[in-house]
């Protein structure tokens, strides 16, 4: 774990696209690790049944982390006063930015475009439109995603509750947190790595987190690739604010996504999860992930179920 700032934490331009091109070249297309065995042995993981959201509520309400928040009305009744005899239905509707910084969501592989290509250099301005994506859209994951999900809490490894804005979660860590908490990230896994960034939300109130948050370190995505890992999520946006990264704002996003097609879940919630898997000595589950059918859609708000 450590602080963004100078120093060796930082990495120039051309050792991000050194790491890029090595873990483009290693990757094997995160989804397809995931096979029928690989489904089978998570069922094997469910002890107690119990089930367990990762989601955060859908936030309404303007904050320092979001200006524009979902919008959420009633539609019918009319004006909310419902007629006092006969039937009628109560309906209602919702309006959101897919990606913001507080909703939990999933990328599509279609949401990054690095230097004018998507994903697998796939032209971007051939596959996006007004009308959505053609290609990598959320409806690769149409099916849902169901796997091996393996929580690892960076906080908890270093005695504290939250790690800092600005905090670099790094392979170390990563490698620690796994030896910790008894448990091993292997081909297939979904992981979810938590720093904290919801409970430090819920507890001081929001912040702007364009400019400070705790997330990943570019290297740590070597980790990722090594385990070959098929869906990473935290409970904040995975990269960490200010960059590690000169000229690269968002470079774990670079890399999972555009790099090596790993999906992405930003801003989850593991406060819920966090403690069972502590009492129970348990820190892998079966996971189910269900994005909305949205044709041609760059993401999906999403709520992730662990179940133990």
């Known amino acids: 774990m450590t602080a963004s700032g100078t120093g060796p934490d930082e990495m120039s331009e051309a050792d ?3 790491l890029y091109d090595d873990l ?3 990757a094997l297309g995160a989804l397809a690790t995931i096979g029928h065995e690989q489904v089978l042995a998570a069922i094997r993981e469910i002890h ?3 089930t367990v959201s990762l ?4 936030n309404t309400q303007p904050a320092a982390d979001d200006a524009e928040p979902a919008e959420h009305w009633l539609t019918a009744p009319a004006d909310g006063n419902p007629d006092p005899s006969g039937l009628q239905f109560a309906r209602d509707r919702i309006a959101m930015n897919i990606h913001g910084d507080v909703d939990s ?3 599509a592989l279609c949401h990054v475009i690095y230097n004018g290509t998507m994903h697998d250099g796939v032209p971007a301005g051939e596959a996006l439109s007004p009308g959505g994506a ?5 409806d690769l994951v149409g099916d849902g995603i169901v796997g091996r999900g393996v929580l690892l809490d960076i906080p908890r490894l270093h005695g504290v509750p939250w790690l800092e804005p600005g905090t ?3 392979l170390a860590d990563l490698a620690a947190a796994e030896a910790r908490q008894g448990v091993q990230v292997g081909r297939g896994d979904i992981l979810f790595v938590r720093v904290g960034h919801r409970r430090r939300r819920d507890e001081l109130g929001p912040w702007d987190v364009a400019d400070a948050r705790a997330g990943l370190h570019p290297t740590a995505l070597g980790f990722m690739a090594n385990r070959q890992v098929a869906v ?3 409970d904040g946006n995975n990269d960490t604010a200010p960059s590690a990264t000169r000229g690269v704002a968002f470079p774990v996003h670079v890399l999972a996504i555009h790099a090596m097609g790993l999906h992405l879940l930003d801003y989850l919630q593991f406060e819920d999860l966090a403690p069972l898997c502590a009492r129970e000595g348990q820190w892998s589950f079966l996971c189910v992930i269900a994005p909305l059918r949205l044709p041609g859609a760059t993401g999906s708000p999403v709520n992730p179920i662990a179940i133990l």
């Open 168 to 170: 670099h979660v790094t």
């Open 48 to 50: 107690s049944g119990r």
């Open 16 to 18: 991000f696209q050194s």
């Open 55 to 58: 989601a955060a509520p859908v």
């Open 24 to 26: 483009r070249s290693t």
């Open 105 to 107: 969501h999933i990328d």
């Open 232 to 234: 990473l999520g935290s």
């Open 134 to 138: 053609s290609e990598e859209s959320i």
